[in-house]
């Protein structure tokens, strides 16, 4: 069964940085994508940031040039590096691995960012 395990959440002032990890149960380039969404309070959950096996990124407008997704040497675990990080950043981070059989889903990590 798969697992994904975020962690780095917390409490951060305005303009302050954050780096978010997701260890997987397995190597990150067996998914054909990974990446991290969010959901604010009150709001849908959101689309932040894709890394593919490729590694190739993308990334929402809204996070385009503060946030940077990438995977590590041992190819288990993706960290999402929030820099410039702004009040409306606030939300649970949730890491995503997708192959052919569908969607993965971590717990979630809560991030808050204060004015």
């Known amino acids: 069964q798969v697992q994904l395990v975020e962690s780095g959440g917390g409490l951060v002032q305005a303009g302050g940085s954050q780096r978010l990890s997701c260890a997987a149960s397995?190597?990150?380039?067996?998914?054909?994508?990974v990446g991290w969404y969010r959901q604010a309070p009150g709001k849908q959950r959101e689309w932040v940031a894709t890394?593919?096996?490729?590694?190739?990124?993308n990334y929402a407008d809204s996070v385009k040039g503060r946030f940077t997704i990438s995977g590590d040497g041992a190819k288990t675990t993706v960290y999402l590096q929030m820099n410039s990080l702004k009040p409306e950043d606030t939300a649970v981070y949730y890491c995503?691995?997708?192959?052919?059989?569908?969607?993965?889903w971590g717990q979630g990590t809560p991030v808050t960012v204060s004015s």
């Open positions: 995503n691995g997708r192959d052919y059989r569908g969607d993965y």
């Open positions: 397995r190597s990150i380039f067996s998914f054909s994508s």
């Open positions: 890394f593919t096996g490729g590694g190739r990124t």
